[in-house]
């Protein structure tokens, strides 16, 4: 697939047009047909590619234990929703909602401190802005396995290993990194001139930040949160380490199906089905950003 | 707007509190705790060790099997992601038909968690499971890829790539559209000189993003945990055992924290090595976002 995508003759027909003479030679066409068919057989391999592993998880979850293993996958036979009642009757949607709790109050306390730091950093001019936001950035290098030491052993010390506060504090931070480096873009684009005359009109440097440029960045107040949202909601590391049964998150219940001698596929995979829903459709949503947040805002 | 000094004081303050608390500090601990013994199930003879842990380090053989694995993992995992994802770039710019559905669904994998992902690769890369059964398919032979110290390694690896993959031809495809017209027509010519235009014409305007591109992939996929954890948690034996797990097994299974504290110190001296190295080598820099 690598290999042969750049080599496929197919010029596009935009580009085709405005290069080549209206008359065309049998055999370019004949081609160019050819190339447009393999290009439409490669984009058919990727979107397959990319969805038939979901659509598994999402078959096995609606079929009963007999038909986990029975190759080739029946697309479409009677759903069986013994899995997800399984899952539903068990711990799984106490740990769904925390995924919730968790994600949200995150969010929350992310972007509001995400905005206020991104824009003084965008109005900022002093050489240590430069170096305050590689320094923030420089924290989205570290491997959370690493700093999990000195986290989960300063939790068991102040007694806050399993509890929201010890969690959340952790993905604040964890997100914020990019948050800032994500609204201080924004805010950038944001004219100074609006600015200044929102300080005309009497407003207060604050008053400026919220009735003026926060206003005109409320795409980009959603693109964010809704990025912070889905990273802490599908966060595993930090969780397992940090959480037991009271603030476990959806990932935490995973590992759980995976017994020693067999692994309960159906239940899995109903868990896993419903906890891939928000992040899915919210992605889809924010698809325009979801490039540069996933990049930590690194990239354009 | 020129702002005060007052106001950007004011603006700061929360958020670097909270680097200084949830960041720095642990950094700071790791340092420590890896000159000491720190051993969670056998306390009393916790004490200060100097670089004892690191002279452990250096001579395990695990331990160096590890640190390859991972050089291993990440290097499969981009030398998949960047040309695939550079190739399903020049797709999307083909513009055809479906082009915007394309898009819509390469966001899909990217979205999903991790672990998830681990799981249901694991569940398909089963013996006698669907990948078993599409190459048999396709005339090829299957075989239990994560069951098999030769191939579990390169196979997590590669589902990483999966993942990621449309994360780079996203970025990429949006960096080819800021692109004067006349370049991408070269790498829409007829035949043999495709590969030479991409090569020598296109990918050269967009060096510096393929590189903080390359950069994040590097990055990500040295200290990925989910996928390797939940797919072979290092086996079998440890045969696909990464730095990650290594670390994870050292701290949390055995509890010898300050060993894996300097496992730690390690891994970040790597990271930041490669990555100064490759934005060296490369001057990444161009390409970051104002």
Known sequence: MSTSAPTVPAPSNRGARAVEPRARSEAPRRRHALGQGVSYLLMAVVVLGCLVPVALMARIALSPPAEWRTMPVDWLSQPFTGSFRAVLSGNFPHALANSLIIAVVTTALVVVMASVAGHALARMRSRHKERFLFFVLGTRMGPAVVFALPLFLLATKLRLVDTYVAIIAVYTVYNLAFAIWMMHGFFLDVPPEVEEAGLVDGLSEWGVFRRVSLRMTVPGVIATATLVFILTWNEFFYAFVLTRQVANTFPTTIPGYFGAFQVNWGEMFAASTMGVLPPVVFGLLVRKWLARGLSGGLVE | ?290
Do not use: C
Request: hydrophobic share 55%; glycine share 6%; net charge positive.
């Open chain 2, 1 to 290: 707007m020129r702002t005060s000094r007052r106001y950007t004081i004011t603006a700061l303050t929360p958020s670097v509190l909270l680097f200084l608390l949830v960041l720095v500090f642990p950094t700071v601990y790791v340092f420590n705790l890896a000159l000491r013994r720190h051993s969670l199930t056998d306390v009393v003879n916790n004490r200060y060790i100097g670089v004892q842990n690191f002279v452990d380090l250096a001579a395990g053989e695990r331990f160096w099997s590890a640190a390859w694995h991972s050089l291993v993992f990440s290097a499969v995992s981009m030398a998949v992601s960047l040309p695939v994802g550079i190739a399903i770039a020049l797709l999307i710019q083909r513009r055809l038909r479906g082009t915007s559905l394309l898009r819509a669904v390469l966001i899909v994998p990217m979205v999903l968690s991790p672990l998830v992902v681990g799981a249901v690769f694991r569940f398909m890369l089963d013996s006698r499971g669907f990948i078993d059964w599409l190459l048999h398919f396709v005339g090829l032979g299957g075989t239990a890829f994560l069951a098999q110290p030769s191939t579990a390694l390169i196979t997590v690896a590669l589902v990483d790539a999966w993942q990621w993959t449309p994360f780079v031809a996203i970025v990429v495809a949006a960096a080819m559209e800021t692109l004067p017209p006349s370049v991408m027509e070269a790498a829409k010519l007829d035949g043999a000189n495709a590969w030479q235009e991409l090569w020598h014409f296109v990918l050269p305007q967009i060096r510096p993003l393929l590189v903080l591109v390359a950069l994040i992939r590097f990055m990500d996929s040295f200290r990925e945990f989910d996928k390797p954890f939940i797919m072979t948690n290092g086996g079998p034996g440890t045969s696909s055992e990464t730095l990650p797990i290594y670390l994870y097994k050292f701290a949390f299974q055995y509890y010898d924290m300050g060993y894996a504290a300097a496992v730690g110190l390690v891994m970040l001296v790597l990271i930041s090595v490669t990555s100064t190295f490759i934005v060296r080598r490369f001057r990444a820099s161009e390409g970051v976002a104002s």
